[in-house]
């Protein structure tokens, strides 16, 4: 005889997260010099079906998460992208899509107009061969061509400028960018996570702090981690465990204190100074507008 357990869940367990990051896929056209978690042509959809996701986006909206990013790699290229932002939206949940822009079907355009939905995506020059020197890419046309495109519809929409160093044109970045009609802009530095490393072990030391608190991330293989930038720290995986009890369970309270330990931030969600994503722009909780900050692959 076969028996079957399931494990339930009540109220009291909603979880206090309200931001998760959902990393579809580690699969992109690109393969930026800093992506954080070094997709690119080569990457993956990982092991998370769509059954798997559309549980997530229920768990979630059940348990009182309240905004969700699709980020990747480009999630556009993920086979379920459309279907799973509209369970997002249809379950209540706002919804920001991280997107490089290279390439926007019409399909995705209309995706992109939804109610609830807002658009981010990074630039990195006014000039094309200092932009595709990062994106390892000819893009910037097509960035720059989808990033005007997506002022004109109304599109919610915010841009971070990615700082590499050695002169970047990040000032003259922002006045294109300004110019386009955009309103949301940041600036941030390239993270040392990924290919952002160069090669060095991922270091506690140069999170925000604040990863775990209120947020946090799953990759495409349902590993649950306290932010996109810690995703070494896994504390669970959502194919096996009801995604409430990762989020409130001792495996994060424990990688959350052993952050705060070495970085040294407190606990409240918006506490320090220091944004917790390559965004530039403060920006944490995507929707529009948001509040405290958000990365970029």
Not at 23 to 43: M, V
Not at 127 to 156: F, K, M, S, W, Y
Not at 197 to 216: F, I, M, S, W
């Amino acid at each position: 005889m076969t028996v079957t357990t399931t494990i339930a869940t009540t109220p009291a367990e909603k979880t206090t997260t309200r931001l998760l990051w959902l990393d579809l896929t580690r699969r992109c056209q690109l393969k930026c010099t800093h992506c954080y978690n070094s997709s690119g042509p080569d990457g993956t959809h990982g092991t998370m079906t769509r059954e798997d996701w559309i549980n997530v986006l229920d768990q979630a909206a059940s348990y009182g998460v309240r905004n969700i990013q699709f980020i990747g790699g480009e999630p556009t290229l993920h086979p379920n992208f459309a279907d799973l932002v509209d369970r997002a939206l249809t379950t209540g949940l706002e919804v920001e899509v991280y997107s490089n822009l290279v390439h926007v079907s019409n399909e995705c355009w209309e995706v992109f107009q939804r109610k609830g939905l807002t658009l981010a995506t990074s630039y990195y020059s006014d000039e094309a061969a200092e932009h595709d020197a990062v994106t390892g890419r000819r893009t910037h046309t097509r960035t720059r061509t989808n990033i005007q495109r997506a002022v004109d519809l109304g599109i919610p929409l915010r841009v971070g400028i990615i700082d590499g160093g050695e002169g970047q044109r990040v000032t003259e970045a922002r006045r294109d960018l300004e110019g386009l009609g955009v309103t949301r802009i940041g600036v941030d530095r390239v993270r040392p996570f990924g290919r952002g490393a160069q090669d060095q072990a991922p270091d506690v030391a140069n999170l925000c702090g604040r990863c775990g608190t209120g947020k946090a991330a799953i990759s495409p293989t349902g590993e649950v981690s306290p932010c996109v930038f810690s995703g070494w720290m896994g504390v669970g995986n959502v194919k096996s465990a009801p995604l409430a009890s990762i989020l409130s369970g001792t495996a994060m309270n424990l990688a959350t204190k052993s952050i705060r330990g070495v970085v040294g931030k407190g606990g409240d969600e918006d506490g320090g100074s220091e944004e917790c994503g390559p965004v530039g722009d403060g920006e944490c909780t995507p929707g529009f507008p948001s509040s405290s900050c958000s990365p970029r692959s």
